[in-house]
């Protein structure tokens, strides 16, 4: 009945510790408002955004050119390409990119508006440098429409709140769980050693989920689970520390409950209560130096003269007068 009730206990408390590591991870990396900076700077970067971009502005480039202009579509899309190299283009991305993660988090209420005349213009400039001759073909600022697929975000301005009450309320079962499963255990240094297994698959595991899935979403033929997949990426940052300290933890832990056993074999057995006191050794019966297991024989032990024998023994009278 203990063992099970110990089991019953560890099994809550593991279960709400990973619960409460996996909303601390998500509240640390993607719902963090303090990270929107680095994830606008590593979604510019991100090819499934670049590509949008370029593609609309190829577009753009191309109903701006007089009909019949000899141009190249490959060219058209390198010198989109290459416009949004340009400081102009940048900023105006990374700013549409900061609103719509700000959007996500609930820090922005309003519309995710896109300011897309620094990118036609950036493209027109590069065109040109490309095609000198098209100067005059083409006006200031073609017309450009470019949608974002992170303009079409949900918003979830509930989930960071929510997200960080849930782990200070799992972290608090998991201690109190685990806590109480260590006090019932009779095997005490198994439990600390099923912990410190936990933490090493839980630490191991974020490291493949939580950085492998989303680069593999980044790779998805969908500019919505792209452009997630996109921001996981580059939030993944805060949650290296934590990963390698809490694998290091296991490791301690499985090492601690090993040297646990090895403390407790150690500990010499306490005597039964009531009982005999051990011997220090073995006893050996006493033996006849005949190289036998047969008794000793009695030895008479000499008598002293003048004394009567036992009442067995004949006494002389001579012998007593004696």
Not at 205 to 225: C, H, N, Q, S, V
Not at 285 to 309: E, H, M
Not at 313 to 321: A, P, T
């Given at each position: 009945?203990?063992?099970?009730?110990?089991?019953?206990?560890?099994?809550?408390?593991?279960?709400?510790?990973?619960?409460?590591?996996?909303?601390?991870?998500?509240?640390?990396?993607?719902?963090?408002?303090?990270?929107?900076?680095?994830?606008?700077?590593?979604?510019?970067?991100q090819p499934?955004?670049?590509?949008?971009?370029?593609?609309?502005?190829?577009?753009?480039?191309?109903?701006?050119?007089?009909?019949?202009?000899?141009?190249?579509?490959?060219?058209?899309?390198?010198?989109?390409?290459?416009?949004?190299?340009?400081?102009?283009?940048?900023?105006?991305?990374?700013?549409?990119?900061?609103?719509?993660?700000?959007?996500?988090?609930?820090?922005?209420?309003g519309p995710?508006?896109?300011?897309?005349?620094?990118?036609?213009?950036?493209?027109?400039?590069?065109?040109?440098?490309?095609?000198?001759?098209?100067?005059?073909?083409?006006?200031?600022?073609?017309?450009?429409?470019?949608?974002?697929?992170?303009?079409?975000?949900?918003?979830?301005?509930?989930?960071?709140?929510?997200?960080?009450?849930?782990?200070?309320?799992?972290?608090?079962?998991?201690?109190?769980?685990?806590?109480?499963?260590?006090?019932?255990?009779?095997?005490?240094?198994?439990?600390?050693?099923?912990?410190?297994?936990?933490?090493?698959?839980?630490?191991?595991?974020?490291?493949?989920?939580?950085?492998?899935?989303?680069?593999?979403?980044?790779?998805?033929?969908?500019?919505?689970?792209?452009?997630l997949g996109?921001?996981?990426?580059?939030?993944?940052?805060?949650?290296?520390?934590?990963?390698?300290?809490?694998?290091?933890?296991?490791?301690?832990?499985?090492?601690?409950?090993?040297?646990?056993?090895?403390?407790?074999?150690?500990?010499?057995?306490?005597?039964?209560?009531?009982?005999?006191?051990?011997?220090?050794?073995?006893?050996?019966?006493?033996?006849?130096?005949?190289?036998?297991?047969?008794?000793?024989?009695?030895?008479?032990?000499?008598?002293?003269?003048?004394?009567?024998?036992?009442?067995?023994?004949?006494?002389?009278?001579?012998?007593?007068?004696?």
């Amino acid at each position: 009945m203990r063992r099970a009730t110990s089991s019953v206990l560890i099994v809550i408390g593991l279960f709400a510790a990973s619960v409460a590591w996996w909303a601390f991870a998500a509240r640390f990396t993607v719902l963090d408002s303090e990270r929107s900076a680095r994830i606008a700077d590593t979604l510019v970067e991100q090819p499934v955004l670049r590509d949008a971009v370029a593609e609309g502005l190829a577009s753009a480039l191309q109903q701006a050119l007089p009909p019949g202009t000899p141009i190249e579509p490959e060219m058209l899309d390198a010198v989109a390409h290459q416009a949004l190299d340009d400081p102009r283009a940048t900023a105006a991305l990374r700013s549409a990119l900061l609103a719509s993660h700000q959007r996500l988090i609930g820090e922005y209420d309003g519309p995710v508006s896109f300011d897309v005349s620094p990118i036609a213009a950036a493209g027109r400039d590069a065109l040109v440098a490309a095609r000198p001759e098209l100067a005059g073909a083409l006006p200031d600022e073609p017309t450009l429409a470019v949608e974002l697929p992170t303009q079409n975000l949900p918003k979830l301005g509930w989930l960071p709140e929510r997200t960080r009450e849930l782990a200070g309320l799992a972290f608090l079962l998991a201690v109190t769980f685990l806590g109480l499963g260590i006090v019932a255990a009779s095997d005490r240094p198994g439990v600390l050693s099923r912990a410190g297994r936990w933490a090493l698959r839980a630490g191991v595991f974020w490291a493949l989920f939580g950085w492998g899935l989303p680069y593999l979403m980044t790779k998805i033929d969908e500019p919505r689970l792209a452009a997630l997949g996109a921001i996981g990426v580059a939030a993944v940052g805060p949650m290296i520390a934590p990963a390698v300290l809490l694998v290091s933890a296991g490791i301690a832990a499985l090492f601690g409950a090993r040297a646990w056993r090895v403390a407790l074999a150690a500990i010499p057995p306490a005597p039964p209560s009531g009982g005999p006191s051990p011997q220090p050794g073995p006893v050996w019966p006493a033996t006849s130096g005949t190289a036998s297991w047969d008794p000793i024989p009695p030895v008479d032990q000499p008598r002293r003269r003048g004394y009567p024998r036992r009442d067995d023994e004949k006494v002389s009278s001579r012998n007593w007068r004696a």
